[in-house]
């Protein structure tokens, strides 16, 4: 489309800088000895505002020859018949015009004087053509400027996108070898609870992966996901590990980004229960209210145990997945209370459509 | 011969003695769940191989094997750790990955055997330094001390001192020794806080008080507690450097 025709904002300011262009004709065709100041007024204006959209066809041969890469004398014998052409119409135009104006009383001479003037015009028209062909390649270049930035700002954040949905469907390899270990201890001793354990691994992944996929999901189905987990993580550590939830029925059905808490939650087992040798609790909390949710995930660790490799990476992804989707609009914060660690989210609460 | 198995994890514990109860020639002497009861059990119990696995409460795998005798022969256990599994390549450490096979414990066995049998030792130190991501430093020192495990952040580790096959760690007051040298230390310690000051000496930066000129040219550094620590030439245009 016609960078100019396509915008409907740009065109009345196009046709407003074509003014001048009427003013300087005017005063081409009323120099002394030529056209009166009325006559040449009443020809000068129509004209001008005919050209300004006959000008805008210079686009299609502008377009078809980019300066970039085309041959000089090709270039220059197009734009230069186009321009001739163009010129020519134009004159003829005119010249109708002069016939049409020569009704009105008084100016019957208008024909003959405007039919000296046609070389002037004819020049005149060829240049301001020309004018036009450079002002369209100005414009497509910025065109092509602007395209290439949108272009580039839209690969960024599929890039970004595509970064979010494999951070998403990330599951830890060291949980998965360390469950497969498990249920490869308790195939022998505990057929049962190795059966157990395979169905709720399974059932874990599963989830992940479904969940993963989505946009949204409710508070309620993360938690979910976040209990299969632990289930998973309570027959790897036995009486280590404990559960313990303190939920506000209301705000289950809160929107949330999916599998935001589940790193949180890992990162609570991995650099908290697995850390201390009487292990504790994991503690989850939600609070709904003031048109915000508030998620609490807190365990004990020790503080005296060696930090293990990977301790941060979940709050940085955490802490990025929050940005893109509320911006300045949610909070996280994660700080250690002595030998306890605590994590705090709050995001507006956005109920499903 | 004596195994010692250490995870802090009750099934990985069980899947393993069930396994090594299929090779021959074997006696478990016992289980441990975090990184001070390995150690305390290795000095009861001198099994000649430890299942180790790396992370664990109180101690880590690595911190464990500096603490270890250097007789026995070390089997990492892990699920999944590449910069670790890296190291154990590069330095020739067994190691099984969960979930393991018997056969892989057997033949983890019999290679530890062949070690023992050629008295090979594997340097602590120095696999602990290949395990680390690059650009992250040690956090803090082990050390043995007597039979208990003294732990030595590296922000109240005040100054080292090399003592011809081991380190004296000098920290609030007490002085540790640890067979270790000088220079695998200093390799592990961020080079922003601890300078090499002398051939024989490594100081924190933030525990030195001053430095005194002594002698003709020469020049002494004295730290937070009174102590002296002599500068070589070196060492004195490395501190001028850091301290700009």
């Known amino acids: 489309m016609h960078p100019i025709l396509a915008h409907r904002g740009r065109l009345l300011p196009y ?35 005919a050209f300004a959209f006959m000008g805008l066809s210079a686009w299609y041969p502008c377009r078809r020859l980019p300066v970039k890469g085309a041959r000089l004398l090709p270039l220059v014998a197009t734009h230069a018949a186009a321009a001739l052409l163009t010129s020519s119409v134009w004159v003829v135009l005119g010249a109708g015009l002069a016939r049409l104006l020569a009704l009105a009383p008084g100016w ?9 003037e046609v070389p002037a015009l004819f020049a005149a028209g060829t240049l301001l053509y020309l004018l036009s062909v450079a002002m369209h390649y100005v414009l ?20 970004r996108e595509a970064e979010l949905a494999a951070l998403k469907a990330q599951i830890r390899p060291h949980f998965l070898f360390n469950s497969l270990n498990s249920i490869s201890a308790l195939a022998s001793s505990d057929p049962p609870r190795a059966q157990q354990m395979c169905v709720l691994l399974g059932d874990f992944l599963r989830k992940s992966l479904a969940l993963g996929e989505k946009a949204s999901i409710s508070i309620g189905e993360e938690l979910a996901l976040s209990r299969s987990y632990l289930a998973v993580e309570e027959i790897r550590f036995g009486a280590r590990l404990g559960v313990e939830e303190d939920l506000d029925e209301r705000g289950q059905e809160c929107q949330i980004p999916p599998l935001l808490l589940q790193p949180l ?21 939600i609070a709904y209210g003031g048109g915000r949710l508030r998620i609490l995930i807190e365990n ?54 | 011969m004596g195994v010692l198995i250490v995870d802090d994890e009750e099934p990985a514990r069980m899947i393993l003695r069930e396994h090594l109860a299929k090779v021959g020639g074997l006696r478990v002497l016992g289980e441990c769940a975090n990184g001070f009861e390995a150690v305390r059990a290795a000095g009861e119990l001198s099994p000649e191989i430890v299942f180790l696995d790396i992370e664990m409460p109180k101690l880590n795998g690595f911190e464990v094997l500096e603490l270890l005798e250097p007789g026995i022969a070390v089997i990492f256990v892990t699920a999944y750790d590449e910069h670790a599994v890296r190291a154990f390549d590069v330095h020739a450490v067994d190691y099984v990955l969960k ?32 395990a680390r991501p690059e650009g992250t430093w040690l956090s803090r020192v082990v050390v043995r001390d007597g039979a208990r495990v003294q732990i030595i952040p590296v922000e109240k580790l005040d100054a080292v001192e ?19 040298t000088l220079g695998s230390l200093a390799a592990a ?7 090499r000051v002398h051939r024989s000496h490594l100081v924190r930066i933030d525990a030195l008080a001053r430095i005194e000129p002594f002698g003709r040219g020469s020049h002494i550094g004295i730290l937070n507690d009174g102590s002296r620590v002599p500068l070589s030439r070196e060492g004195y245009a490395r501190l001028r450097e850091l301290l700009g």
């Open chain 2, 162 to 180: 090399a003592q011809d096959d081991y380190v004296a760690l000098k920290s609030e007051g007490r002085t540790f020794l640890k067979a270790q």
């Open chain 2, 99 to 130: 979930p393991f096979s018997p056969e892989r414990i057997a033949a983890a066995v019999a290679r530890a055997r062949e070690r023992l049998r050629r008295r090979e030792t594997v340097s602590a130190p120095e696999i602990a330094a290949a």
């Open chain 1, 15 to 49: 046709l407003a800088a074509c003014a001048p262009l009427g003013l300087i004709l005017t005063g081409l065709l009323a120099r002394p000895g030529a056209l009166a100041l009325g006559e040449a007024a009443a020809l000068a204006f129509p004209m001008t505002l």
């Open chain 2, 189 to 195: 310690l961020d080079p922003k806080r601890f300078v």
């Open chain 1, 108 to 116: 019957e001479a208008l024909p003959a004087d405007y039919d000296a």
């Open chain 1, 265 to 285: 939650v890992e990162n609570a087992v991995r650099h908290g229960i697995a850390t201390r040798v009487d292990g504790g609790k994991v503690r989850l909390g």
């Open chain 1, 300 to 353: 004990p660790f020790d503080p005296e145990s060696p930090v293990r490799p990977g301790s941060g990476r979940g709050l940085v992804n955490v802490r990025q997945r929050l940005a893109a989707r509320y911006g300045d609009n949610a909070m996280l914060a994660a700080k250690a209370l002595g030998d306890r660690y605590l994590v705090v989210i709050s995001v507006p609460a956005e109920m499903p459509a």
């Open chain 1, 140 to 159: 497509a270049s910025l065109e092509a400027a602007r395209e290439s930035e949108q272009r580039e700002a839209e690969l960024t954040i599929l890039a």
